[in-house]
């Protein structure tokens, strides 16, 4: 029997999912008790946000009135790449595209930021190609990446500040595409979301 993975085309066997999913459990404790003092965790993910507005909250409305949405009519968008520590720090920075050499851009804002780190991210192709890897064996001394395994977004805390920040961020008109992207700089900027890495990583799906 096969699961097929929402977002993607890929199918796995429910085996190979409910065993990837103990893994990565496995595999974090591992980690988290061998961690070398002066390292840290951490949990990557991008999200695009596009400048076309639909009202994400639901609203009430009079029964005779025709609800009335603004709608930009453009696609313009930007990627919004954001990671959490387990000490509580985070890190969102915004950039025009997704490739690997965008990627090893912010793992090195990263290093600057938490000092030497395992990065747990998911198998996007920027995340594993060629580049990257070179990359990450020149600086393996301070960075190290992790991936999960397939279809295991409950794992990573990042999801959820995606959901926030859409929801806060999309619910709301601007005229311009700066305008959207600098509401985005102030909301990462400003926003704490106090969130429990390990208790994400560690969490139980059965």
């Not at 600098?182 to 139980?204: G, P």
Request: hydrophobic share 35%; net charge positive; charged share 25%.
């Amino acid at each position: 029997m096969g699961i097929q993975i929402q977002g993607t085309k890929e199918k796995i066997c429910e085996c190979c999912f409910y065993k990837g999913k103990e893994e990565i459990q496995k595999r974090v404790k591992r980690i988290l008790s061998n961690l070398k003092q002066g390292w840290t965790v951490i949990v990557q993910d991008e999200s695009i946000f596009v400048y076309d507005h639909i009202f994400k909250r639901k609203k009430w409305i009079s029964a005779d009135k025709r609800p009335i949405v603004t709608v930009t009519g453009c696609r313009k968008k930007t990627i919004v790449f954001g990671c959490l520590s387990i000490k509580g720090k985070q890190l969102f920075l915004q950039y025009d595209k997704f490739n690997s050499s965008i990627f090893i851009d912010y793992l090195k804002q990263i290093q600057k930021q938490f000092g030497k780190c395992i990065v747990f991210v998911y198998r996007a192709t920027p995340h594993c190609s060629k580049i990257t890897g070179k990359y990450l064996a020149e600086n393996k001394d301070t960075i190290r990446v992790e991936y999960f395994p397939v279809g295991s977004q409950e794992f990573n805390a990042v999801e959820e500040c995606w959901r926030q920040g859409k929801y806060n961020i999309l619910s709301c008109y601007y005229s311009t595409f700066d305008s959207l992207k600098d509401a985005i700089s102030s909301y990462c900027r400003t926003r704490s979301f106090n969130l429990d890495v390990i208790k994400y990583l560690t969490r139980s799906t059965y």
